[in-house]
């Protein structure tokens, strides 16, 4: 007997909230008839058809479809006041409203959801690395719990989220969540795929296979086609491409990329579930058991993460996890991976669903009229031709990166798909953005008073890191330590630092970045240089992820003592025309932060950093004080 699936199974998400524009995503089991209605703080509502030209959408399986509502306004909509919205589904049992299709989806006394509009950022809400299977609390339930303390006040509701990397562990699953996702496959009727240049020929082959569970490196591209590269690259190594320790269970498939985006971000399909550790092996059955562990306990949060995601504007761009991990690091890897029709399948899908899922409602008008008809014609038919086409157009794709016309302005950079690749050596990791892509990005720059920049990856790091990466780089060994930061590559890194310094360069600059595990802030000045701009270095990570705990207060210590103000060894690196300060946090000894958690920055009206937070998993704070009136702890 088929099971019914409720008619809302993911979100609704709000996206991009502007006076003019207002974009949410969600995704139901069939095809809706209804509005979208707004409520404004007057009491009047507005309703607006799910239907073109307000809104788009793409059947995904049998019984799932995916809707963008992209609303645009002549008269805008208020800022800094209250107003609600509804989604208003017609079926056969009369009208549905969101405060029936999902309850808990609302704060107590609420009857829709609210949102407040605020151009002037004011407080922002920041996080990266959310592996569901982590053991930690889930950082993200942070904004949840900071809504609900805000109901009564709307000036404390956070202006916007901003998640700045792997949203998704795409090379990273938990056996029970990779189980989990083929039962949301078959509960929606989630596309299938053939698949070329693999053992396997199709999505079902994958399923049925062996090595389905916990095996997948087995089934993952390293044949003799790539033997000559990979013998002269890595060395020899058995997978040159997806470079994972948790690459056992990687998911390979386009179905399986959207079903784990549906678990992570809506309690809704794991009541439909059921993990059981009979599904694997014996020999992986202990592993099982305790990633079940931590997944329950994800999920039993998940309502409170639907929940915050609903009542405020998310904005999000890839990291690596988010499609494999090293994407893009070197040029050898992209020869590699793009060379392989099976490799670039598997990067493809994940490349579509971070389309579908986050890169689409950030910026939908940076997509064109002839994009979306090629995303029609694939998911209204889709084929294995169609598919590598379509993968091919989003490969070639260069305007992930936007912004927002915020007061401070809101640039957020792609890192992983425009790079400077080296020319001498394979091996050698690529700058994060080329040079075309770092003028584009002064261009948002110049003439602005305050920015607030998003970096997946610190642009200042903690150099005693950075020169291990730069170490291993050098015995062309990049792929070992994920050798990914600013000043790996020269070009790269000149360029940026010259536009730290070019005149025009924004007089208040507010860098957020994650990526790392662990969460530091650096306060940043240019050497010999009267008025300096201003640049705080505000890294968060992960909201689910941790650096491994004994390991960080030794690197710390070590980068004081080597890098310290008055080392000699600043001298040496890219960035001794900086003078740089590190905050330390109220609740540890050293200036490294382990702990999963959420970051909260609160900014004065000058775009100026007058609060800096990590809200805790566990529901500690931490702050990072003004160090104005200390002496410089470090400086390279």
Known sequence: MEQVVPELIAGPIVRRVMPEQMVLWFVSSRRLDGALQLTLPDGSTQQYPLASPHCDCLRIGERAWV???????????????????????????????????????????????????????????????????????????????????????????????????????ADDVAGPMLTAIHQVIRLLGLHGEQIKGATITDSDDLYANTCCYYQREQLLPHNKANETLRDKFFGGARKPIFTADGAHNHLITFGEVIAMYLLVWSPVLWKYVRTSVKDVSEPHRDKYLEEQKQLAHFVDGLGGVQRAMA?????????????????????????????????????????IGYWLCQGWGNAPQHFPAEFMQQIHDYFDDPDCDSQDALIDTLLHFEHWHYSLATTPKLVVLDTRTRRWRSES????????????????????????????????????????????????????????????????????????????????????????????????????????????????????????????????????????????????????????????????????????????????????????????????????????????????????
Request: charged share 25%; net charge negative; hydrophobic share 35%.
């Open 311 to 351: 009542h405020m504007p998310v904005y999000m761009i890839f990291d690596d996890h988010d499609v494999t991990d090293d994407w893009n690091l070197t040029r050898g890897w992209e020869e590699a991976a793009y060379g392989n029709p099976f490799s670039r399948r598997i990067i493809g899908n994940a490349l």
């Open 425 to 636: 050596r394979l091996a050698k990791p690529s700058g994060l953005m080329d040079w075309e892509a770092l003028s584009d990005m002064q261009q948002e720059l110049i003439g602005e008073p305050a920015v607030v920049m998003v970096s997946p990856a610190p642009i200042f790091g903690v150099k005693l890191i950075e020169t291990i990466q730069r170490i291993f780089t050098y015995f062309g060994h990049a792929l070992m330590v994920d050798a990914e930061n600013w000043m790996a590559h020269p070009g790269s890194a000149n360029t940026l630092l010259n536009i730290f310094r070019h005149p025009k360069t924004p007089q208040n600059f507010v860098i957020l970045s994650g990526d790392v595990h662990y969460s530091f802030v650096y306060d940043v000045l240019i050497r010999f240089r009267n008025n300096s701009p201003n640049i705080w270095q505000i890294t968060c990570s992960g909201m689910k992820n941790e650096f491994p705990t004994s390991l960080l207060p030794k690197l710390d210590l070590l980068n004081r003592v080597m890098y310290g103000s008055r080392s000699p060894l600043n001298w040496f690196t890219k960035r001794r025309r900086m003078r740089i300060k590190a905050r330390r946090p109220t609740t540890d000894d050293h200036h490294l932060h382990n702990g999963s958690g959420l970051g909260l920055v609160k900014l004065n009206e000058e775009g100026v950093p007058v609060d800096i937070q990590v809200l805790g998993a566990n529901g500690l704070r931490t702050k990072f004080p003004d160090p104005k009136a200390e002496q410089p702890l470090v400086s390279d």
């Open 67 to 169: 809707y963008l509502v992209d609303l645009h306004f002549e008269q805008p909509l208020p800022t800094n006041q209250r107003f609600g919205y509804d989604l208003i589904i017609n079926g056969e049992a009369g009208e549905k409203r969101l405060a029936e299709l999902q309850p808990d989806l609302l704060y107590d006394g609420e009857t829709e959801p609210t949102l407040v509009l605020k151009t002037q950022l004011d407080q922002i809400l920041h996080g990266s690395c959310r592996k569901p299977h982590y053991a930690s609390d889930d950082g993200l339930l942070q904004a949840d719990q900071l809504i609900s303390e805000s109901l009564q006040d709307d000036r404390k509701r956070p202006s916007l989220l901003l998640m700045s990397g792997d949203q998704v562990y």
